[in-house]
């Protein structure tokens, strides 16, 4: 089994729509919880972190961890074309990760169509 | 501006033929890594750095060498490249192993024949 689990897609929806992007992790460990997005040909950049279960609200972004299910979701309101990108869930068991790093998910892409 | 800056974007090589991909950082930052994103796979890191001369390796180290002697550069040395090497490599930086956004450079898509 896989640290961390985050479907592919590819996810089609239209303008405006709710858009729900998930992932599934196996490390009770696990604390911190980020949401990076990534355009095409560009590097991954952050978007939402989270500590612990909980909520946490950015506009129109809402980031959502159940740790004793081990689950974490990104949702997006409204969403817009400029959303369309690959989103990454990465987690650790502390802020930086051990040797700083973080475990990514393989990221969802999104396309939001006009 | 505060970056991560990799150079080259877009290499075609051959097997064999020794490379190497430069990233420099602004913003003071003691951590640096190299990841390599491939399809299905997702991001792996290659090597790490919590400081100048300070190096460790991460998940897929084989195949690849780092050196930090200043602590803005961070370079990835492929000194025989193989097909299997063909990927999308990114650097990032962050202020301290254990604190701060993990910054990414805009990635070096790398292709050996």
């Known amino acids: 089994q896989k640290e961390v689990e985050q479907d592919p897609g590819p996810l089609s929806v239209p303008e405006g729509a709710i858009v729900s992007l998930n992932c599934t992790y196996s490390?009770?460990?696990?604390?911190?919880f980020m949401w990076y997005r990534q355009y095409s040909r560009k590097g991954p950049e952050l978007l939402m972190y989270?500590?612990?279960?909980g909520n946490k609200e950015d506009g129109r972004f809402t980031a959502q961890v159940d740790k004793s299910s081990k689950y974490i979701s990104l949702f997006i309101r409204d969403s817009q074309p400029s959303d369309s990108a690959t989103y990454l869930c990465?987690?650790?068991?502390?802020?930086?990760?051990?040797?700083?790093?973080?475990?990514f998910g393989k990221g969802t892409k999104l396309s939001v169509k006009p | 501006e505060a970056q991560v800056t990799q150079n080259p974007r877009y290499l075609i090589t051959v097997t064999g033929k020794k490379l190497t991909v430069t990233c420099s950082q602004n913003?003071?930052?003691?951590?640096m890594s190299w990841y390599r994103q491939d399809p299905g796979l997702g991001l792996r890191q290659i090597y790490y750095?919590?400081?100048?001369?300070?190096?460790d390796k991460g998940d897929v180290p084989e195949g690849y060498k780092v050196s930090r002697k200043e602590k803005r550069n961070f370079p990835l040395i492929l000194e025989s490249p193989s097909p299997n090497q063909t990927s999308l490599y990114f650097c990032?930086?962050?202020?301290?192993?254990?604190?701060?956004?993990?910054?990414f450079g805009e990635g070096s898509r790398l292709t050996v024949l």
């Open positions: 913003m003071n930052h003691e951590y």
């Open positions: 990465a987690m650790s068991d502390y802020y930086g990760g051990s040797q700083g790093n973080l475990i």
């Open positions: 990032a930086s962050r202020i301290f192993a254990s604190v701060g956004e993990l910054f």
């Open positions: 750095s919590m400081n100048v001369e300070v190096t």
């Open positions: 989270t500590y612990s279960s």
């Open positions: 490390n009770s460990a696990f604390q911190y």
